[in-house]
């Protein structure tokens, strides 16, 4: 028996004034989408931005539905709404944020298991790690692959 290790690398800034310029193109575009969020359930708003090769972003944000399992969370409702719309462009990056009561959330709210596994997805599909933002009203973490948020990730391949 040997025991391993792996460990996990991200960058964090201390506000969105201090990311490289695109990825805060980015997490602005997600702020903006948290204006889309439907939470009548939960009232946790969450938004979600992906950029494409070609450089277009599309928004997503969280859907709530009374048969509880028939709502979609932020991330995957830009990344379905992204491929079904621009199938042939790779997803580069995704930006995510979240809210209560109209203020970010102090701390960063990282992607559900769901959503890392179909951002793996994506990322087999065009062969490119995803860049991932998760933002919030004070530090914002930045993570290069769904592998530095999920090291075990199922895969079929
Ligand atoms: N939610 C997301 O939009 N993304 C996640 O990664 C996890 C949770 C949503 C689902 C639900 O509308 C609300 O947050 C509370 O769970």
Redesign the pocket.
Known sequence: MVEKIKTIKFSEYESADELPQADRELFCEAVEALKGSY?PY?S?N?GAAVRLSGGIMVRGA?Q?NSAYPS?L???RVAMFSAAARYPEQALEAIAIVASQNGKLQPAPSY??GA?LQVMAQYETKFGNKIHIIVGSGGSIQVFDGVASMMPFIFTDI
């Open positions: 939470a939960s946790f969450v969280n709530e709502g969370c932020a991330e992607p559900c959503c």
